[in-house]
């Protein structure tokens, strides 16, 4: 079984510039989560997306957006990059709502975005 | 509002050496679930646990255990006879089923570097 794969792997943009991530869930899954993993600062919940439609949005700036397409694969995008933009971006996926509790979140290898 | 603690942000031990990374969370929420994931170099998270809040049961896996204590809300993880292959970021998450089902609050990790 496919796990949850990211693309680009890297990507360098200068500031300004707009970047678009891509995930693909693992099949069955239905549910997709971004999130930020800035040097120092963890990992912050960007984006969460369940059957096509945005169900949460962690504490980031318009400027990050996304989508989820009816075959359930997600694009991030990220307008008016800014130097502070650079991260690891990781997608997960579960099942839409809960089995016997909390669901696992699945994690793709991320996307590397410099922003120079 | 939640909040996960993980005060060791890097730790060196020499292999065969037992180490413990500490978690402490915070939440309101009765019902909540808590997690333990791995990052290796290569980026990806590895789920290595989840725990519920109603579950206090220490659990063990192999050299991997667990020790879940509500009355400290902390959630630690031991490595018992650590290898070169544990050395990885280990992040401690908590989920709290009343804010969004499956969305992942994370400590911003502990590096673990297992010295041969």
């Known amino acids: 079984e496919a796990g949850v794969t990211q693309s680009p792997t890297h990507l360098i ?24 993993q800035a040097l120092g600062l963890g990992l912050q919940f960007l984006l969460w997306y369940d059957e096509g439609e ?27 990059l800014e130097l502070e933009d650079s991260a690891l971006y990781l997608c997960a996926s579960t099942w839409s709502g809960t ?13 590397r975005l410099t922003v120079l | 509002a939640q909040k996960v603690t993980q005060a060791q942000t890097e730790i060196s031990v020499v292999e065969k050496e037992d180490v413990t ?7 309101r929420d009765t019902t ?13 998270l590895v789920f290595l646990i989840r725990r519920n809040s109603f579950d206090e049961q220490n659990e063990i896996s192999g050299r991997y255990s667990w020790n879940f204590q509500k009355s400290t809300s902390s959630f630690n993880f031991t490595i018992t006879a650590s290898q070169v292959v544990d050395s ?10 009343g804010t969004g089902a499956n969305n992942l609050f994370f400590g911003t990790g502990t590096r673990l570097t297992v010295i041969p």
């Open chain 2, 88 to 97: 990885a970021v280990y992040f401690c998450a908590l989920s709290e089923l």
């Open chain 1, 54 to 80: 945005e169900r949460n949005r962690g504490n980031f700036p318009p400027r990050f957006s996304g989508r989820q397409f009816p075959n359930y694969s997600s694009e991030l995008n990220v307008n008016a």
């Open chain 1, 99 to 111: 089995r016997n509790g909390a669901n696992v979140l699945t994690f793709g290898a991320g996307s």
């Open chain 2, 21 to 27: 990374l500490d978690c402490v969370y915070e939440t």
């Open chain 1, 13 to 36: 943009k200068t500031r300004g510039q707009q970047a678009t991530l891509r995930c693909s869930p693992i099949s069955g899954h239905t549910s997709v989560y971004w999130y930020q």
């Open chain 2, 32 to 44: 909540y679930y808590l997690f333990w994931y791995k990052q290796p170099p290569s980026g990806e």
